[in-house]
Every structure is written in C-alpha cells, then in structure tokens.
C-alpha cells in the first residue's frame, strides 16, 4: 500500500472511479511541495451521491511517489451479503519536478584518474540528503560519501582504489526513507 485516503464517515461507499487514468504529479524542486493539481477519484455512496477524494502523489511517509503504474483500490462490504468486494481501478502517474529525481546524475571526470577524486554530481532538493556508495562489480562496499552540505556534488578519493570499471549507488533520502535512487558507471585508471 502507497497511501490510504480517508472516507468521509456516516456513509458506506459502493463504486470507485476515476475521471482520469494519468496524473501529472508536480512538485517544487527546491523544497518538495506540491505546485501543481491533485489526483482525483470518486466514489459512489449507497444514495448514489458522487463523493470526490484528492491524492498528492505522496506515499504514507509523506513522500512524492516514483512516476509508474499505480492501482487505486475501494474495499467495501457487498450490500445484502456482506461480502467483502474489491473494486479497482489503474492509472498511471507521470512526475514533474520531482525534488527526488537523481535524473541526470554523471561522474566527472569518468574515467578518473586513479589519486584523483572522482566526482559524481546530481540535482540538489533541500529537503533530501544524499549519499552514495561505491562498489566494485563484484558487489564489495569500497567507499561513501554524503552530500551534507547540498552542493549537488559527492566527492570520491580513488587513492586506495584498484583501477577498474564501479558502480556508484546514488540515494535521495528523507529521514530513513529512500526517496529515489540511481546508479552510474564509473571507471578507475592508473
């Protein structure tokens, strides 16, 4: 479960829709609020009064979710029998301006010279940290670094480093929560 929208109470909902089937979540960069509209869906009553429930696109920590598929689900018991009914619904959300997005990230220079610092550089939001691992492709830690001061730069000495081809795991966080994440190639010469 993403997020869980409260109903407003005295009345049993029976149908879920939704007037859209894609959201354009928008969010300032800098400091992670919502900019643009909210996510509409409806549900039914058992007057057949349409009652419309708004969504930010931010999951249950409070955080904007990842652009994909999502299901919109109304759990309700069936009139008469009692049964529980499912009923759902998909749609798909499709950021903009996410804050978490480490889209565009890139090490420089790559490949590094070894007894260089290596530098990998991503977009600043104020409201995440970020921090970053590097492995080598056999999956071994061999390094971190974090970004407190939020210069949009992680910075990597290669002293101790065997030459040879990393993976850097980027990771937007937000208290112990992953906000978003990549990872990027990098490469180590003598």
């Known amino acids: 479960m993403v997020a869980q929208l409260a109903l407003p109470g005295g009345s049993r909902y029976n149908s879920l829709g939704l007037p859209e089937t894609s ?3 928008k969010y300032d960069s800098r400091t992670g609020q919502v900019s643009g509209g909210l996510f509409q ?5 058992e007057q057949g009064n349409l009652v419309p429930l708004y969504w930010d696109g931010r999951n249950a920590q409070g955080l904007p979710v990842t652009s994909g598929s999502y299901i919109a689900e109304l759990v ?7 049964s529980r009914v499912v009923e759902s619904k998909s ?16 090490a420089a220079p790559n490949p590094a010279l070894r ?3 290596l530098l990998l550089h991503y977009p600043v939001s104020l409201q995440y940290d970020c921090v970053a691992r590097l492995y080598t492709l056999n999956g071994e830690l061999v390094a971190e670094a974090q ?3 939020q210069t949009g730069l992680l910075r990597f000495s290669t002293d101790r480093l065997a030459s040879g081809v ?3 795991k980027l990771e937007k966080l937000s208290g112990g929560a992953v906000a978003a994440r990549t990872t990027v190639k990098v490469a180590i010469v003598r």
């Open 166 to 168: 990393y993976c850097a």
């Open 23 to 25: 959201y354009g979540a």
């Open 147 to 149: 970004d407190r001061a």
């Open 41 to 45: 869906m409806n549900v039914t009553d």
């Open 115 to 117: 007894g260089a610092d």
């Open 76 to 82: 309700y018991r069936a009139p008469g029998s009692g």
């Open 91 to 106: 749609f798909v959300v499709i950021q903009a301006g996410d804050g978490a997005n480490l889209d565009g990230s890139f």
